[in-house]
């Protein structure tokens, strides 16, 4: 597992966008800072690259990584987080070329899940979704090392060394997976049993910090639920039970929230969790309709419903945060709405539009069952 030297604090971060294109980076930057503010890093410089495909040596050119260098010289920045995925090649050479320590995206996501997990299964999914994400580059210092080693037909000395390193690993994950595996039955039992009682389940779903846990916070009145304006604050699984005003209840769970290219080691990893989603009968898929893009929000969400197979089960889109942008959520609403879905507009902070939501969920849950 790479462990870093210096605790990383000044960054510089960096995407390449296609020659003449809008600002789409402009705003995946500010996510990126927004990721890193997380960790309590802070960005001295933002670099956007005009080329249509990654130089596959070193993601940038080295023009570029020269520019880089003296840039984080200047602002005494440690750290270059470039916005994309990094193969294990790019990753050595633009560490090499800057003289930086270098992340992705993907890592940079994954450090924020390893902070922010405080179960033993939250603990073990996020260190499986970094030892897939290792290992590969492992097999390639592996190479480089034997490379390094010497002639024809000699074992370099590093080779053995890594490969009893990575072979160790390995076998963390084989246990990883087997425990996890455990997890999941139980959950599987535990769904089966609702199912038998007859309990439905509506979920959660969203973009990070869309608000999520703040509805089930204020559908519930259970105050000890933890709504934070952290990014994936909400690692686990949390269920209460809703009365509905008209008699019944169903039961709603609060899980991780998606981002755009959430990397795939942590979907895989948290498999276990994501199950919650594919079994509820009504996904409830929050919109926070003051972020920069509320749609392109809702469409990658919609992505992420698709990879773990949970996009045909029936949907309410819920925007939130309308106490920030009411005119504009009539909007998005109406455009929403044109596309065939369901939509509820509320503030889960001031609780306003949740007797209608209610209403809309209990109406579902009649077509449904
Ligand atoms: P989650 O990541 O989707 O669970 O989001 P949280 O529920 O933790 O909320 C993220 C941030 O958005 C917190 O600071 C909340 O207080 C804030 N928030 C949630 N709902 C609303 C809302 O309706 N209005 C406003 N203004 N802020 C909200
Ligand atoms: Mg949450």
């Known amino acids: 597992m790479i462990e870093l030297a210096s605790r990383p604090l000044a960054a510089i971060v960096a995407a390449i966008g296609a020659p003449g294109d809008g600002d789409e980076e402009g705003d995946a930057l500010d996510e990126l800072a927004l990721l890193l503010s997380n960790l309590d890093i802070r960005v001295t410089g933002r670099v956007v690259q005009k080329r249509r495909t990654p130089d596959p040596a070193s993601f940038l050119g080295k023009g570029k990584t020269v520019e880089i260098k003296e840039f984080a010289n200047a602002t005494g920045a440690n750290l270059l987080v470039v916005d994309d995925a990094l193969s294990p090649t790019q990753r050595s050479n633009l560490k090499k070329l800057t003289g930086l320590e270098v992340w992705d995206r993907a890592f940079t996501i994954m450090m924020i899940f390893e902070r922010r997990a405080n179960t033993s299964e939250a603990k073990l999914q996020v260190e499986l979704a970094r030892l897939r994400y290792e290992i590969p580059s492992l097999k390639g210092l592996g190479r480089q090392m034997s490379r390094l080693g010497g002639g024809i037909g000699t074992r370099g000395p590093g080779e053995t060394e890594f490969e009893r390193h990575r072979r160790k690993l390995e076998r963390r994950v084989i246990f990883i997976e087997k425990n996890l595996r455990s997890v999941r039955k139980r959950r599987g039992e535990y769904r089966a ?118 996009k045909d089960i029936p949907r309410i889109v819920v925007l939130n945060k309308i106490d920030r942008v009411r005119e504009e959520a009539v909007f998005i609403a109406a455009g929403i709405a044109s596309r065939g879905d369901d939509v509820a507009r509320i503030s889960a902070l001031r609780r306003e539009g949740l007797s209608e939501l209610l209403e809309l969920i209990d109406k579902k849950l009649c077509e449904i069952t």
């Open 193 to 310: 049993r609702r199912a038998r009682e007859g309990a439905r389940v509506v979920s959660l779903v969203g973009y990070t910090n869309s608000g999520k846990s703040t509805l089930l916070r204020s559908l519930s009145k259970d105050m000890d639920i933890l709504a934070a304006d952290k990014l994936f604050s909400t690692l686990d699984t949390v269920t209460r039970k809703i009365r509905l005003p008209r008699g019944g209840s169903f039961m709603l769970s609060d899980t991780v929230g998606f981002i755009r290219k959430l990397p795939p080691e942590l979907v895989a990893a948290f498999r276990a969790t994501l199950e919650e989603v594919t079994n509820a009968d009504l996904l409830l898929l929050v919109v926070d309709a003051s972020a920069p893009e509320p749609l392109a929000n809702l469409e990658v969400v919609e992505e992420t419903l698709s990879q773990v197979g949970a």
